[in-house]
């Protein structure tokens, strides 16, 4: 099939994700055919550095050697079967390794198929717990605003990204949303470094007086993604924990997207010391291959679903695809990789070299700030520096920004003003930077 076919079937019969489908006619989407390491390869055969790990989900580059090998080893004995009164090798060791990485102790494991379908199924522990612990009354969860938990109704219920979620109001889930940290625009005055979590106050008082109607609380640990990689201190999380011990109210981490290396640590609640009630993981969970998502639990949740058929009490959620082999075979692997390349001991160059750029950045007139957590940084665009304003949404300057970096070789997918970095960890050294060039070019040129 040639380019131009493509496109008009394209066009005929896709309807892409997060996309409003008018956009195509000015810029049509990209026929990929190939990857190699950080690169996407197009039809015309230019080369994108994949500055956001295309999606967040790509860790050691695309067409890697090891994992293709696990996936065809896997296809080779058996790609898909039942997970109810059935079970298989790379399951199993999945689930145990996982157990043993996470924070704390979190022994039991939940499989799904994405995102959103983790998160679902914590929120639907935490409540089917109170409700089979004598708590029917915990019935609701505290979520932050700006925070993203996936698009499916529940998951979009504990969303507080309004781009996303406003037009759905009238069918999504009642709920608490407290504001969250916002470290740009402190409204306290702080600074990350300085900061005691002083935000953390509205949190504190209404779990103080409502705790009765709550069965969880829901946060992205120290990175809130889709709200533009909104960066946070971990004394929010020890807070976090603290409080919900103390109140009885669950702690479900969405390490959805800040799992698997992305802080610098192999899961993000270890800069805080601290360990949740349900752990939610997927994206990197397969290096970018295939999808898959767990939800990790303590062994007190757990308790609580196991007992005689007769009582009702079993956790009846169910994926036809949950636990697929071939998808569980390449997260094997990638833990693999993980130990065997010491993967996290070798991006301390990179963090740095991401780090070095605050200055270059924030010297652009247009420029609010410059952010970095582990190998994740951020640079939030701004009309006027002095007074933090930003550019009004319908100028579409991050977009004007991705335009710039496709002509010169990089994929960028701005979060309305917010430029953001999220490369493949195996990035070399060379490759980051010439990605934080092509930004660096690109962001001048759509500020200008
Ligand atoms: C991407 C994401 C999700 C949803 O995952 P999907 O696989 O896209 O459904 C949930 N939470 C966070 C923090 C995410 O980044």
Redesign the pocket.
């Known amino acids: 099939m040639d380019k131009a076919e493509l496109l008009r079937l394209d066009r005929e019969h896709v309807w892409h994700p997060c996309t409003q489908q008018k956009d195509h006619e000015l810029l049509p989407p990209i026929p990929i055919v190939r990857g190699a390491g950080v690169y996407l390869e197009d039809i015309d055969g230019n080369r994108y550095i994949d500055g956001v790990s295309s ?2 989900v790509n860790l050691f580059g695309h067409n890697h050697p090891r994992l293709n090998r696990a996936l065809t080893d896997q296809a080779g004995r058996i790609a898909h079967h039942i997970f109810a009164g059935f079970t298989h090798p790379p399951a199993v060791e999945l689930a145990s390794r996982l157990s043993r990485l996470a924070p704390g102790e979190l022994p039991r494991v939940f499989f799904a198929d ?6 679902e199924v914590a929120l639907k522990m935490s409540f089917q717990y109170w409700q089979q612990t004598g708590h029917p009354g915990k019935t609701k969860f505290v979520s932050l605003s700006e ?6 109704l529940g ?1 979009l219920s504990v969303g507080g990204c309004e781009l996303y979620r406003q037009v759905y109001r009238p069918i999504l889930l009642d709920g608490f949303q407290v504001a969250g940290p916002d470290c740009f625009r402190c409204p306290y005055g702080q600074s990350r470094q300085s900061c005691a979590a002083e935000c953390f106050g509205a949190m504190e008082q209404l779990v103080t007086e409502r705790h009765q109607e709550i069965a969880a609380v829901i946060v ?1 640990p120290l990175i ?3 709200a533009g990689m909104r960066i946070y201190p971990p004394r929010y999380l020890q807070k976090l924990r603290q409080l919900c011990t103390t109140f009885s109210v669950h702690y479900i981490a ?5 799992g698997f290396g992305r802080t610098g640590r192999m899961f993000a609640n270890e800069h805080a010391g601290v360990a949740p009630d349900l752990l ?1 993981l ?2 990197g969970i397969t290096g970018g291959y295939l ?1 898959l ?1 767990v939800t990790l639990t303590t062994e007190t949740i757990y308790q609580a679903f196991y007992d005689d058929y007769s009582t009702g009490k079993a956790f009846l959620h169910s994926h036809s695809y949950t636990g697929n082999p071939l998808a569980c075979a390449v997260a094997v692997e990638v833990l693999n990789i993980f130990e065997e390349e010491a993967v996290l001991a070798a991006l301390g160059p990179k963090m740095r070299l991401l780090e070095s750029q605050a200055e270059r950045f924030e010297a652009l007139p247009h420029v609010g700030e410059f952010r970095r957590c582990g190998m994740v940084a951020a640079v939030e665009l701004v009309q006027d520096k002095n007074g933090k304003i930003p550019f009004p949404w319908q100028e579409r300057r991050g977009l004007q920004v991705y335009r710039q970096a496709l002509r010169r070789g990089a994929l960028l997918r701005p979060l309305g003003n917010v430029i953001y970095f999220m490369p493949p960890l195996s990035i070399s050294e060379e490759e980051l930077q010439t990605l934080l060039d092509i930004a660096f070019e690109a962001i001048a040129a759509a500020t200008a």
């Open positions: 999606w967040w994405n995102g959103s379908a983790a998160v925070a993203y938990h996936g698009e499916t998951a992205e809130q993604g889709a969405d390490e959805i997207a800040v939610c997927s994206k999808p998502a």
